[in-house]
């Protein structure tokens, strides 16, 4: 092929591949060099062995035992198979692994002397996800402190915690810091406080109405400023103590919606604004500006802590990284706050969020019946341009199904979201977003915190009836393999029904 020709097809390339429409054509390769794909689970929805080896319960087991639901004391039983669960993970291509270490498992009481058989299992776990070249991505929080905590002294009400936590911290980066290179302190932060502090639906199940405890005015708030404390004490021990030697860095983990107004009205304008600044803001303004977005301290008032100087130089520039969860886009509508009783977090937002779902009818924040990847573009665009475009590992996005192994395992609607999604990620890296890896949740069907085991978001396939917890794969993972190993990626309808019948006929 001469130049001028070559020129020109490149051209034509350039201009299809930046035009909406052929968008939907990308390969792994057009992601920068460097950028990390992977795949996550967390320990309570995926170890099980919950009374094993010297365990002890964290909240969770508390709260689905205390409530006779469905729980994880089994789940994927992954304390027992990591092993093949890694070799899954190499089948598939990932470049990394998202995994929680379960704090009362390393430390059952939550403070004081280290469990030996919990600190092996983390040293073989991660051991082998190294020697199979998957980088480990540890989450230090995720959702489940230890009961002991929560009795002692009402675990992240008292600011008690931050030092316990910090010392947790400290065996994590002293033992298996070696082989850790990105750590997350805490898992979507905010979420974790609305759902356990406001809305009392997620554990430790705390709020004004309708809980056996709590008080929705002020306890999310006090839970959101600890969260922030200890995260920020974490990461100057890691700076101070580990960094120099490991080279690794500290993130903090949100749970971001995509907004976008309701109306095109001022009124609803302002709402969006104040949206992003309640649910991203809330954190993110105390880790890049050291404060509250104003229209909280308006809002809140003396129910919102105040960081002292010194707090407040801490948790600034704390968090080497965002790790984002997303999964869900709402459209946002300005109410004049209406409520008999004290404030809660929503009311204090004064919208309504409408979730993007056709089947609107529960509403909760997982559900994915909508694909608007427009919103996670929006989101991290919006984390670009008002919080210093700082690097960003999307930690958690993918899509729950409900239903029977046949339909799970042809799981086109899954492939289909993860195809529009990563190409929404394209596009804002391309726009300048430092957007640095993806990971899909989740490698396997897990025990769901907000859903037992009725909609699973897995690649792989688990049968929970099975005493061995059998694992295959669903047509999503041999599509994410491919686009992992290099094909390239384009879905029409006929794209689609191609998938398939290659599936069918393939064996991975
Ligand atoms: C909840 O906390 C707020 C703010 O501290 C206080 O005014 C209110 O009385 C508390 N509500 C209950 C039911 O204790
Ligand atoms: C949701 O409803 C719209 C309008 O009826 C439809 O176009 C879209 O395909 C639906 N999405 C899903 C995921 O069912
Ligand atoms: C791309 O980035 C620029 C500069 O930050 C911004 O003004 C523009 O709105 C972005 N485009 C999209 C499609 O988000
Ligand atoms: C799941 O395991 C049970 C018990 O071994 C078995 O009867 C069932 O056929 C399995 N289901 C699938 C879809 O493999
Ligand atoms: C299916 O397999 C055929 C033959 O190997 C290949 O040409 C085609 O690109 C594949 N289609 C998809 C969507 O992977």
Not at 100 to 116: D, E, F, Q
Not at 141 to 159: I, K, T
Not at 166 to 195: L, M, Q, S
Not at 273 to 280: G, N, P, S, V
């Amino acid at each position: 092929m001469d130049l001028v020709s070559s020129l020109i097809i490149t051209t034509i390339i350039l201009a299809l591949s930046f035009t909406g429409r052929c968008s939907h054509v990308y390969s792994r390769s057009d992601f920068p060099e460097g950028f990390s794909f992977g795949s996550g689970a967390s320990s309570y929805q995926w170890e099980g062995a919950a009374a094993e080896d010297g365990r002890k319960p964290s909240i969770w087991d508390t709260y689905l035992h205390s409530r006779n639901l469905d729980n994880g004391d089994i789940a994927c039983d992954g304390y027992h198979k990591y092993k093949e669960d890694v070799q899954l993970m190499v089948e598939t291509g990932l470049d990394a692994f998202k995994f929680s270490i379960s704090w009362s498992r390393l430390i059952p009481n939550g403070r004081g002397p280290v469990n030996a058989k919990g600190l092996q299992f983390y040293k073989n776990f991660i051991q082998q996800l190294v020697a199979h070249g998957i980088e480990p991505h540890v989450t230090l929080y995720h959702y489940d402190h230890p009961q002991a905590l929560e009795d002692d002294y009402g675990g992240w009400l008292n600011p008690t915690i931050i030092k316990d936590f910090t010392a947790y911290a400290d065996v994590c980066f002293r033992e298996f810091g070696n082989h850790v290179k990105f750590w997350t302190t805490i898992n979507e932060a905010n979420i974790f406080t609305i759902g356990g502090y406001n809305d009392g639906i997620t554990a430790p199940g705390r709020c004004s109405r309708n809980c056996i405890s709590g008080n929705s005015s002020s306890e999310p708030y006090i839970v959101g400023h600890n969260l922030l404390l200890a995260h920020a004490s974490a990461s100057r021990l890691y700076r101070q103590k580990y960094k120099d030697m490991q080279g690794g860095s500290v993130g903090f983990g949100l749970f971001a919606i995509g907004f976008s107004p309701t109306t095109t009205s001022k009124d609803d304008e302002i709402a969006t604004q104040r949206a992003r600044d309640f649910y991203l803001g809330w954190m993110l303004g105390p880790l890049v500006f050291g404060e509250y977005p104003y229209v909280m301290r308006r809002t809140v008032g003396s129910r919102l802590p105040d960081f002292s100087e010194e707090e407040s130089e801490l948790v600034k520039g704390s968090s080497d990284f965002v790790g984002l969860t997303h999964y869900t886009a709402a459209t946002v509508t300005n109410i004049i706050p209406y409520y008999s009783g004290d404030p809660d977090f929503y009311s204090d937002t004064s919208i309504t969020l409408t979730y993007l779902c056709n089947d609107s009818s529960t509403g909760l924040l997982l559900d994915t019946c909508e694909d608007t990847p427009r919103a996670m573009e929006g989101v991290l665009e919006y984390i670009k341009q008002s919080y210093e475009n700082p690097p960003v590992y999307i930690l958690e996005n993918g899509k729950s199904i409900k239903g029977d192994f046949q339909l799970q395992e042809k799981d086109t609607p899954r492939i289909e979201y993860l195809h529009v999604y990563i190409g929404a990620v394209l596009k804002a890296v391309r726009n300048g977003s430092d957007t640095r890896g993806y990971f899909v949740w989740s490698l396997m069907d897990l025990y769901e915190l907000l859903d037992g085991y009725g909609s699973t978001f897995g690649l792989y396939y688990v049968n929970f009836s099975d005493s061995h917890r059998k694992r295959s794969p669903k047509h999503s993972a041999h599509w994410y393999s491919g686009f992992l190993k290099g094909d390239t990626t384009f879905l029409g309808s006929q794209g689609i029904a191609q998938l398939q019948v290659n599936f069918s006929s393939s064996s991975l």
